[in-house]
């Protein structure tokens, strides 16, 4: 018996110091500690030390999921001591720690992230990714090396990591919304007049680099006639243009003169899959939905915009991530009263 509560002693103790080595032994009977014990003993560890982070990082390669991410939590607060230990955990098998290891290394005083932002951006998992960006985001300055990984980013085929890498390199924001979709605005709505857009004389062009809209290539002074001719209404592929990626269309619209009307709007019947639109050189908004997008219409106010009596330009930003792309169906400029 009193072999019995001496060893029951010796590993509270050991716990509570965080250098017991049957921390990491296996839930089990007969005063082997419970798997609540173990995790309360790493956490004790988190009064930092070099046997604390030695056995935090003993840890990180536990088969509870439980104990790793305890272990990976608490060292993420032990500061630039435990930037080796976090560097181990960024190649854990288990997602969580992976992530939660990113996020502690990336925010230590004086650590270069951008090195293990590279790593992360091509993780496997979805949750490592959407770090590794909102990382980049924060990265002050903004260096050729963090925009080039975030770029890398912006292809990414998940709508989380694709859309704040977009959001953090994208000049143009905000749109009004369309008079039919304002929930506040309860008159009856009646379209007057539709003016469809031309299918022929397109103008357009590829932009693998996706960096047309830093050439000015939405600007109605733009000089787009060395660019291909296309028919809207059909994805580019049927054209010839075998690719996934981002692509442009400009077109001059003649328009009459100015109705009476209460808005005006640009209706989309569907660009696969998503787009962003200029007219006279503002930007008038998006459609970004990610890949689902590809069939949903869609609305832009351009009441403010629009030049009646007058030429107007109009530019559409394109991208597809899979299979088809393109304007391919039909536009229409809609006269609402």
Known sequence: MRVLVRSVVVVAAGAALCTCATVAAPD?????????????????????????????????????????RTAVRVLGGLGPEAKAALERALANDDVVVRRAALWAICGQPGVDAAPYLATAIEDDEELVRQVAVAQLVRLTPRTDQVIALLRIAEQDTADSVR??????????????IPLRERKDYDHDITVVDTIPLPKEGWRFRLDPDRNGHLKDWFAPGFDDGEW????????????????VGVAWYRRWIELPEKPAHTAVELHFKGVDECAWVW????YVGEHDVGPGGWDVPFLLNVTEELKWGEKNQITVRAMNTQF???????????VLQ
């Open 279 to 282: 007219v006279n050189g503002v």
């Open 228 to 243: 291909d001719l296309i028919d809207i209404e059909q994805a580019w592929q049927k054209a010839g243009h075998d690719y």
């Open 324 to 334: 088809a792309g393109g304007i391919w169906r039909p536009v229409a400029i809609e």
């Open 28 to 68: 089990g009977a007969g005063g082997v500690p419970s798997l609540t014990q173990r995790r309360a003993a790493l956490i004790e560890c988190a009064g930092g030390g070099p046997e604390a982070i030695a056995r935090l990082t003993e840890a990180l390669d536990d088969e509870n999921l439980v104990l790793r």
């Open 163 to 176: 859309k704040m890498a977009s959001a953090a390199l994208w000049p143009f924001h905000g749109q009004r």
